[in-house]
């Protein structure tokens, strides 16, 4: 976890110059996002299109953190690809260090993260640092994105079109990244990492998952573990970092730091 940190990839919800427009929904595993041309002008002449952007072969050359901004400018943009659109304030993209060896992966932005556009700021996030510091892992040294990118009203669970419309962006962030490990915080994190269908949380933790998709060419491994506003919820009445969840998350992340020293 030695690697420098570098600017965070998030970035307010704005539309950029070649925003493109809202788009025919995306089938569930349908293809994901990836660097492509820039929407043409009005007017423009197809030859001139289409020497616009970067070629494939060049992009894949890029590094996390200039994949990860075409991702968010794009790619994403000012989405509009299904209903949680309309009520978000900020599409919250994710932050930390493109290079990161460990990426958290969480379920979707709450109304603090809404608000100001960054995951896992708030009492949830203030928790998530707690464990980080008792492990020793610098928050620097770690990349943190959610499931869905907009925030469901009143923090309801995520539809599961909702979870097909936006994982693709999860998927191509994770690619963009290429983390040592992944730590899914939540059932929902947890179930579209590990590939299982509907399952209790419970019953992914103690085991490490392996992370796989037809545009990735690696395994990567898969932690599941609580997320900091369940164990906030559970551990009211404790001290913080002291509750049974917080010792179960612990000892998840235990795990993680010994995947990550090649244990
Ligand atoms: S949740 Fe995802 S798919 Fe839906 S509007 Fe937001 S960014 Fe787009």
Redesign the pocket.
């Known amino acids: 976890m030695s690697r420098p940190a570098a600017a965070p990839s998030e970035r307010p919800a704005r539309a950029p110059a070649t925003e493109p427009q809202p788009r025919a929904p995306m089938a569930t595993g349908g293809e994901p996002p990836r660097p492509r041309s820039p929407a043409p002008a009005s007017g423009q002449p197809a030859a001139a299109r289409s020497t616009e952007g970067p070629p494939r072969a060049d992009a894949r050359e890029w590094s996390a953190a200039r994949k990860l901004d075409y991702l968010r400018e794009k790619n994403?943009g000012n989405?509009?690809?299904?209903?949680?659109?309309r009520t978000?304030s900020n599409?919250v993209f994710g932050v930390g260090n493109p290079d990161a060896e460990i990426m958290f992966v969480g379920e979707a932005p709450g109304q603090q993260e809404d608000r100001q556009g960054i995951p896992f700021v708030g009492r949830a996030g203030e928790r998530l640092n707690l464990w980080l510091d008792m492990l020793g892992i610098p928050r620097d040294h770690a990349y943190i994105a959610n499931v869905?990118?907009?925030r469901p009203p009143n923090n309801r669970d995520p539809e599961p079109e909702?979870v097909a419309?936006?994982s693709p962006?999860l998927r191509a962030q994770i690619r963009a990244i290429r983390p040592k490990v992944l730590v899914a915080l939540g059932r929902f994190a947890g179930c579209l990492l590990t590939g299982v269908a509907e399952r209790p949380l419970y019953q992914m933790r103690g085991r490490v998952w392996s992370y796989q998709e037809e545009k990735l060419d690696a395994r990567i491994p898969v932690v599941v573990t609580y997320h900091p506003s369940y164990v906030l919820r559970q551990g009211r009445d404790s001290p913080p970092g002291k509750s049974d969840a917080d010792a179960q998350v612990l000892t998840d992340l235990r795990q993680v730091v010994g995947i990550l020293r090649g244990a």
């Not at 989405?79 to 659109?85: M, N, P, T, V």
């Open positions: 994403l989405c509009q690809r299904c209903a949680l659109a978000r599409i869905l990118k907009c909702e419309r936006c962006f």
